[in-house]
T-cell receptor, first 112, second 113 residues
Framework: SQQGEEDPQALSIQEGENATMNCSYK?????LQWYRQNSGRGLVHLIL?????REKHSGRLRVTLDTSKKSSSLLITASRAADTASYFC????????????FGTGTRLQVTL | EAQVTQNPRYLITVTGKKLTVTCSQN?????MSWYRQDPGLGLRQIYY???????DKGDVPEGYKVSRKEKRNFPLILESPSPNQTSLYFC????????????FGQGTRLTVV
């Protein structure tokens, strides 16, 4: 089953601009995680936000979570060409990352 | 270096020819999973394992088998591959603590003709 739906499907911005991606999900969760994937390669964990948290920061990343709306957003500030990748949200109902449910992903293109 | 290793990275096979994709992790993680990734569908879980000899179905288990005889290894078996199993496969592992992330392998691109 597809828990998370992401919006937009694709995003193209210039270097230095901010990129915002949104994720919606359907059921109660323990936490929500964001992953990055470079062109068909493995996924790399970016940030995790617990269900009792509303906002979290890590470097240029800012994640928000609204459990009442079952939605999350990922903001990448001052984007760089190296940020070009696909970004996926993943919901975790167990809290152990043993059974993640992924969204469909947002493809981000950052141009010089 | 902590990692999840999958082999092979690329595989082209014919319909019906049994194959195994191996996955090994060196982080002593209890939990391991297999996902498949298809365009427009994101990643979907095939099977997962909570520990040695403990496995359970994910969202798309049909046509796949797994085994967990050792903690570090979690092979994915396709007994009779079909073209609709052409996909990009990922193995992942995670430790048994709450609020943790998953660590992914580099992926296996499988083509069944």
């Amino acid at each position: 089953s597809q828990q998370g739906e992401e919006d937009p499907q694709a995003l193209s911005i210039q270097e230095g601009e901010n990129a915002t991606m949104n994720c919606s999900y359907k059921t109660s969760i323990n936490n929500l995680q964001w992953y990055r994937q470079n062109s068909g390669r493995g996924l790399v964990h970016l940030i995790l936000i617990r269900s009792n948290e509303r906002e979290k920061h890590s470097g240029r990343l800012r994640v928000t979570l609204d459990t009442s709306k079952k939605s999350s957003s990922l903001l990448i500030t001052a984007s760089r060409a190296a940020d070009t990748a696909s970004y996926f949200c993943a919901t975790d109902v167990t809290g152990t990352a043993s059974k993640l449910t992924f969204g469909t992903g947002t493809r981000l293109q950052v141009t010089l | 270096e902590a990692q999840v290793t999958q082999n092979p990275r690329y595989l082209i096979t014919v319909t019906g020819k049994k194959l195994t994709v191996t996955c090994s992790q060196n982080m002593n993680h209890e939990y391991m999973s297999w996902y498949r990734q298809d365009p427009g569908l994101g990643l979907r879980q095939i099977y997962y394992s909570m520990n040695v000899e403990v496995t359970d179905k994910g969202d798309v288990p049909e046509g796949y088998k797994v085994s967990r005889k050792e903690k570090r290894n979690f092979p994915l078996i396709l007994e009779s591959p079909s073209p609709n199993q052409t996909s990009l496969y990922f193995c992942a592992s995670s430790p048994p603590r709450r609020g943790t992330e998953a660590f992914f392998g580099q992926g296996t691109r499988l083509t069944v003709v």
